[in-house]
């Protein structure tokens, strides 16, 4: 599912599918790769909790093997829509810890991501990372558009 904002300058596209930008548009020209599978698939995933990739997908932690792919797991995952601006100029998806994640990163969490409309023309995307365990949280975040 993709949910769209829009202003008078700049219009966005964000997908419940890794919560990602599946269009972003200004002055009637699209800024954002659109995914061509036969060169990259993706258009700007979500890269959380590992920015890169671990050798062999594996790395040991204090709370027990880590088994991912390159730029871990938010990039495949359903997010889940939890916030609408009530003007309409923000988004908020969320992903949490779920039995199947914990098998791969033995860590709980809740990853929050928030696209904004500002101003005439400000697009911002924002993370907000909460450690829900009680152990220390190694991670990295980050955007990889194109």
Sequence with gaps: MEYALSNDSISIKVSTAGGSFTSIEAG????LWQGDPAFWGKHAPILFPIVGSLRNNTATSAAGTCEMPRHGLARIVEHKL???SEDGSSVTYE???TPELLKAFPFHFKLNMTYALTGDATLTQTFAVANTGDVELPFSVGGHPA
């Design 82 to 84: 939890v916030e609408v």
């Design 95 to 97: 992903i949490t810890d």
């Design 28 to 31: 009637g020209r699209e800024y």
